[in-house]
């Protein structure tokens, strides 16, 4: 049996540490989209927890949006008391999650990043986001991903 991938396992360790309680799934696949998470998962897109990291003036700040939304980045920065919100670099991408692109949790980053999570996700008993890898995924509740993360409850459409 091949040893976890490193992310994966400082994400398992970050999710215990923060009472995690949800189940962490390893798909054959990598699921760097939330079409693809759901089709894998049998769920709704809606019910994907997408992680968007943006760069503001210099500075990440991390959307957790349902895959049914396409985050209005004028009108979330203007709400999150931003100037501009621009997608992040996949170098900047890496530095401050110390995850890939289609990979990056709401948790388990080298330092914290300041978190946002989108209201419309309230609308599902059992989330879905990734877990440190485009191919890992964990469950969770909408409730248990804002205490995880510390998260501001905000709008992004």
Not at 113 to 128: A, E, G, I, N
């Amino acid at each position: 049996m091949s040893a976890e991938h490193p992310s994966i396992a400082r994400f398992r360790a970050e999710h215990q540490r923060r009472g995690g309680r949800g189940e962490i799934v390893i798909l054959p696949d990598s699921v760097h989209t939330a079409a693809l998470a759901a089709e894998a998962l049998g769920c709704e897109v809606g019910a994907i927890a997408n992680s968007l990291l943006f760069e503001a003036d210099g500075s990440p700040v991390l959307i957790l949006t349902s895959g049914d939304h396409r985050v209005d980045t004028k009108l979330t920065a203007e709400r999150i008391g931003r100037g501009k919100l621009r997608r992040a670099s996949p170098d900047f991408v890496k530095e401050h999650t110390g995850q890939v692109i289609g990979g990056v949790s709401p948790i388990a980053h080298p330092a914290p990043v300041p978190t946002y999570l989108d209201t419309w996700l309230q609308r599902y008993d059992v989330v879905w986001a990734a877990a440190g890898h485009p191919a890992a995924v964990f469950s969770t509740s909408y409730d248990e991903l804002l205490a995880m993360t510390g998260a501001t409850p905000v709008e992004v459409e």
